[in-house]
Nanobody, 128 residues
């Protein structure tokens, strides 16, 4: 199991940007598809984005497509989520997630019930 620690959250005005980071340890991240989920207050955890092991394939929820960009640095076992044009509805705790796969081009499962382990998350608040 990959252990993760998320960081980079904070308070930002609508239309602003933030870059979230995920530091992974315990296993080589290069063997895992990686992704992000989020959980808004009073709502269920939802899938946000994913990046394949190869880094060539990225996948996004419709609600963030065109505004968020996921990337990874396999050398340093890091995953990032660049969030632009933030909206109040993006307010949530953001969680990094991993999925072991031998396939180079697949995403992580988008069902949060697929995972037993979650990191501490990082809180993002979009408000004026």
């Amino acid at each position: 199991q990959v252990q993760v620690v998320e960081s980079g959250g904070g308070l930002v005005q609508p239309g602003g940007s933030l870059r979230l980071s995920c530091a992974a340890s315990g296993r080589a991240v290069s063997n895992y598809a990686m992704g992000w989920f989020r959980q808004a207050p009073g709502k269920e955890r939802e899938y946000v984005a994913s990046i394949s092991r190869s880094t060539l394939e990225t996948y996004y929820a419709a609600s963030v497509k065109g505004r968020f960009t996921i990337s990874r640095d396999n050398t340093n076992d890091m995953v990032y989520l660049q969030m632009n044009s933030l909206k109040p509805e993006d307010t949530a705790v953001y969680y990094c997630q991993s999925f072991f796969t031998t396939t180079l081009y697949r995403a992580i499962p988008d069902d949060p019930g697929s995972y037993d382990y979650w990191g501490p998350g990082t809180r993002v608040t979009v408000s004026s």
